[in-house]
């Protein structure tokens, strides 16, 4: 049961990744282009873990962890960039 | 006793799935840069919290024993959300709205993306006389 579970869940969450992908390349303006890549980096964390699930070991949460970090600071860093014309000032 | 396990852990992982769909079709159904701002950045967080439930659930039931990693990551991720969809919803008002369309504030300092930060009262005159 849990297989089937999973396999339902790696296929959402595959699907929001090409949903993602398309507001990334249609997106009118940056705003959009910054929330779509932030989706795909959340999107990114979910499939690590249900892969981590998957393979029944603990070791993706520290990748997922990094992704988590690593995501969260460029999404600010871009916004940064485009608000402000500079990461840090 | 597993059975029950399984159900509970098959629940969150489909109900994690769900909502991180949910989240990213809205993404692209929204019409508009500020309501598609509200489906991923709630949504979506919904949803990994669900999937990282599911995760602790799976290492503590089936596994037999428990880690805190996901707790971390569900916690960092929760934090997080709320600061990136301002950032994201200032970028896109500096970008594309011009201050007078913005309604006012009906404090003395306009918007903070248009306006200078106010500035520290200054300190009263007698502060260091004793």
Partial sequence: ?89 | MTFLAELLISLCLVIGGIFGLVGSWGLIKLQDTMQRLHAPTKATTLGVGGVLVASVLYFLLIKGSFSFHELLITLFLFLTAPITANFIAKTFIARNRRPDDLPGTERKHGWAIFDDPPQPPDPPADADRS
């Fill in chain 1, 1 to 89: 049961m849990i297989s089937a579970a999973l396999v339902f869940a790696f296929g959402c969450y595959g699907l929001g990744l090409v949903f993602n992908l398309i507001r990334l390349v249609k997106g009118p303006d940056d705003a959009d282009r910054i929330l779509a890549l932030d989706t795909m980096v959340i999107n990114v964390i979910a499939l690590l873990v249900l892969y981590g699930i998957l393979r029944g070991t603990g070791v993706y949460y520290e990748a997922a962890m990094l992704v988590a970090m690593v995501g969260f600071v460029s999404t600010v860093a871009y916004s940064r960039f485009v608000l402000r014309g500079d990461i840090i000032e």
